[in-house]
């Protein structure tokens, strides 16, 4: 197939310029550093309570689970965590305590505590995150497991 005009220059300089559509690899531990990063700046927008915030991280096709059924698409996923960000304080909080990339750089694992407002650790998420062309993670899995008994 031929392609022409503006289209074929397109294509053209696409190829010069190396774009490919898939972010360039970087170092594991720059991948992972990358996504403790981003983990704790979507924490962040909890505590500052920031939904838009919080929106801009999830990628288009992003499920949360946590409820009877998933919340699927990032709008729903949005509409669906907007009323943890009504009332003026953060009803949890959560961080990451381990990340791991895999060797190809796209995919990353988070994990780690959720914690209610005094602190106590009340579940664990775990997190997949997704690194765009652009080379921005996106989350696009996410579960939450409260903590078993009585959290001692």
Known sequence: MKLSGSMGLLAGMCVLAGCTGVAPKIPHEQARHEVEATERAFAKTMADR????FAGFLAED????GGKEPQR???QVAAGWKKYFDKPAAPFSWEPAQVEV???GMLALST???RDPD???????????QRQPSG???IVFDKGNEVCGDGK
């Open 73 to 75: 698409g990032k709008a």
């Open 136 to 138: 921005a993670w996106r």
């Open 102 to 104: 895999l060797d190809s």
């Open 119 to 129: 602190g106590k650790i009340i579940a664990t998420f775990n997190s997949i995150w």
């Open 62 to 65: 992003a499920i949360f689970f």
């Open 112 to 114: 780690g505590p959720v």
């Open 50 to 53: 920031d939904h838009a915030a």
